[in-house]
């Protein structure tokens, strides 16, 4: 209980203006302490709590298992079908996540060894604060980017990808046209984005902590700069960069206001095409919160929060213990 | 870009240009990807300053939009008010509460302490809508939206971010400065007051600042606590309450270019403060003593 050497005895005899406070700052501070886990625990029982009505009326299943959104024609007393399927909330959600960590950790993975591996010295410091630079910028500035001069960029791509891939066999229904802008695809696009800053910060952090004799090793060798990279970096590495993704997946599963401005919030049922509108339970949530007048519609959404917690909680916890045994096993 | 050393063995030599010519090529390619990145950020930034100035001016920042959407002029000073006074009133709750808490994970340790090292962690992981919407479940749906909801909600946010920040600092003072300290019998609580957080202060300020500047762009836990406000200027934080970021975001969605133009003005003030925060904590953060103590 008490790691600092030499307070135990000597706090008996001298009574200074300070000693009698000891305790209490020491109560004090606890109780701060503590409160960081009666946040978590009261978040988690203040949104059941909230969607408690709508859990009773319901069932928990029927919200999982149906994908049709239409509070409209929910009524105080029916219980079957339930009008709040979230289904293709959790669709969307998926989907955007996975196309941003797709795109994100090969772009992260690759700034993350230039700055760590190539780039000279006095350019790493410029660089890596311009890359923190991209986390710096609040959601809602994406999301208008987003709007006005993302989706007019990628559009011309969009309209060429619905036209080549949208009638191929198979993979087809994926690609289907037509790509107004708004769509999962650009969602997943900002999300990458968005979550390139912190899966580059961590993959950073695990490639500095590569032993300078295993580099050092390779390159006496006869490695080429990139076969030591190969060979002694990224082995090493491996646990920390699907760490550092499964980090960036709970960032990009709970990001809000950015993905509802330009998913187009097709809250009605899942959109087979990438290329079309959807929503994801962060979304819905931001988008009807406030105009949720139908019966149970409010506590639907406090479902969707509850379950949004759930996940976010899996997917951060899962990626804090990947990086922490990477660290553990480095030390 | 030659290859850093060679060996005289000629088994390795007999590939050693297509060795050489990979190791060019990937290292082309990690140098392109940065400067994609790079030139990513300065688009997003060229693109809301170009955006920005079009309407940013006095007027912008000392008037209230018209009541009317699709008119022309007005600005958003009730936004920047009210983004003051809840990011103020949000860093007064959290601030001193995240420094005792990471004053208990580092100086006492024990099992809360490492509860509280990991849960902290996860509640920054913690979605803000969904911090928003039990904002809303404890407060709102008994006392109605506020601007004082909307600070507890951020100060939620910001609370896990300054014990991070702060925790990572405390470690850093040394050992020996506490050790004098309490073998001239001062007490713990002095200890801590007096020796181990001043000499930790450039780190503490910097993770507040930067906890503030993510304070300060938040908007889905707005929606859901403290709902906005577009027409007046609104001081009392226990009334619904506009922020910066929630009027552009309110502006942005409308079809009107004029909110649009409006938004745009909005966008770039916020990005100003947001970067000029957490430049300014990087440039504290590079002077602090603790930091030489690395």
Redesign the interface.
């Known amino acids: 209980?008490t790691?600092?050497?030499?307070?135990p005895t000597?706090?008996r005899r001298?009574r200074?203006r300070?000693?009698g406070?000891?305790t209490?700052?020491?109560y004090?501070?606890?109780?701060?302490?503590?409160?960081?886990?009666v946040?978590?625990v009261?978040?988690a029982v203040?949104?059941v709590?909230?969607a408690w009505p709508a859990l009773r009326q319901y069932g928990i299943l029927s919200y999982l298992l149906s994908d049709r959104w239409a509070p409209s024609e929910a009524t105080a007393t029916g219980r079957h079908p339930n009008p709040y399927g979230i289904a293709q909330f959790a669709y969307g959600t998926a989907v955007t996540s996975l196309i941003a960590m797709v795109l994100a950790v090969p772009?992260a993975v690759?700034?993350s060894?230039?700055?760590t591996e190539?780039?000279p010295r006095w350019l790493r410091r410029w660089?890596s604060?311009?890359?923190?630079?991209?986390a710096?910028?609040?959601?809602?500035?994406?999301?208008?980017?987003g709007?006005?001069?993302l989706i007019p960029a990628v559009r011309p791509a969009g309209v060429w990808v619905s036209r080549t891939l949208g009638t191929a066999p198979v993979i087809g229904p994926l690609f289907a046209g037509p790509f107004f802008g708004v769509s999962y695809l650009v969602a997943g696009l900002v999300l990458a984005?968005m979550i390139?800053p912190i899966i580059t910060a961590i993959c950073r952090e695990v490639f500095a902590t590569v032993p300078t004799e295993d580099k050092e090793s390779a390159?006496?060798?006869?490695?080429?700069?990139?076969?030591m990279?190969r060979m002694a970096v990224l082995p090493r590495s491996r646990s920390g960069i699907a760490g550092a993704a499964v980090?960036g997946l709970?960032?990009a599963?709970?990001?809000?206001?950015a993905v509802?401005?330009v998913i187009g919030n097709n809250a009605l049922s899942i959109t087979t095409s990438l290329l079309g509108p959807g929503a994801t339970m962060?979304s819905v949530?931001?988008n009807e919160?406030?105009e949720s007048t139908e019966p149970f519609h409010l506590q639907s959404?406090?479902v969707v929060?509850a379950w949004?917690?759930v996940i976010?909680?899996a997917?951060?916890?899962v990626?804090?213990l990947i990086v922490r045994r990477t660290r553990e096993d480095i030390a | 870009?030659a290859?850093?050393?060679?060996?005289s063995?000629s088994a390795?030599r007999r590939g050693l240009p297509r060795?050489?010519s990979?190791?060019t090529a990937?290292?082309v390619?990690?140098?392109l990807?940065?400067a994609?990145?790079?030139a990513?950020?300065l688009?997003?930034l060229g693109?809301?300053a170009g955006?920005g100035l079009k309407y940013l001016g006095p007027m912008f920042l000392t008037h209230t939009p018209p009541g009317d959407p699709s008119q022309a002029g007005g600005g958003f000073a009730n936004g920047i008010v009210g983004s003051l006074v809840i990011v103020g009133i949000a860093t007064g709750l959290s601030v001193p509460?995240?420094i005792?808490?990471a004053?208990?994970?580092v100086?006492?340790?024990?099992r809360?302490?490492r509860?509280?090292g990991?849960?902290?962690?996860?509640?920054i992981?913690?979605?803000?809508?969904?911090?928003g919407?039990?904002v809303?479940?404890?407060w709102v749906?008994h006392f109605g939206f506020s601007g004082l909801a909307g600070a507890v909600a951020l100060g939620?946010i910001m609370?896990?971010l300054v014990?991070r920040a702060t925790a990572e600092v405390l470690r850093l003072v040394p050992?020996e400065l506490?050790?004098a300290s309490?073998?001239l019998?001062?007490?713990?609580?002095?200890t801590?007051m007096s020796i181990v957080l001043p000499t930790a202060r450039s780190g503490i300020v910097t993770g507040v600042m930067l906890a503030v500047?993510r304070a300060?762009?938040?908007?889905?836990p707005l929606?859901?606590t403290a709902?906005g406000n577009d027409l007046f200027l609104e001081t009392n934080p226990t009334r619904r309450m506009s922020t910066l970021?929630l009027q552009?975001?309110s502006n942005?969605?409308t079809g009107f270019a004029t909110a649009q133009a409006r938004?745009?003005a909005g966008?770039l003030t916020?990005?100003v403060i947001?970067?000029v925060l957490?430049?300014g904590a990087?440039l504290i953060s590079r002077r602090g003593i603790v930091r030489s103590a690395r």
């Open positions: 209980m790691p600092l050497p030499g307070s000597p706090r001298v200074g300070w000693h406070t000891d209490v700052f020491q004090a501070v606890r109780a701060a302490a503590a409160l960081v886990i946040v978590l009261a978040t203040f949104l709590q909230q772009v690759a700034v060894l230039y700055l190539i780039a660089l604060g311009l890359v923190d630079l991209l710096a910028i609040p959601s809602v500035v994406y999301g208008f980017w709007i006005f001069a984005i390139l390159l006496a060798l006869g490695a080429t700069r990139w076969e990279v980090l709970g960032r599963v709970g990001e809000t206001i509802t401005m962060a949530i931001a919160f406030t959404l406090m929060g949004l917690l976010a909680l997917v951060n916890t990626g804090k | 870009m290859a850093p050393a060679s060996t063995a390795a060795r050489l990979v190791n990937m290292t390619v990690l140098c990807v940065t994609g990145v790079v990513l950020l688009w997003i693109y809301v955006q509460v995240g005792a808490a004053v208990h994970m100086e006492y340790r024990g809360l302490a509860a509280c990991f849960l902290t962690d996860v509640l992981g913690l979605p803000s809508i969904v911090t919407a039990f809303y479940a404890l749906a939620l609370l896990p014990i050992v506490r050790e309490l073998a019998g001062v007490s713990r609580a002095r801590v500047a300060m762009g938040e908007t889905a929606l859901l709902l970021s552009i975001f942005a969605i938004a745009w966008t916020l990005v947001v970067l957490s430049v990087r």
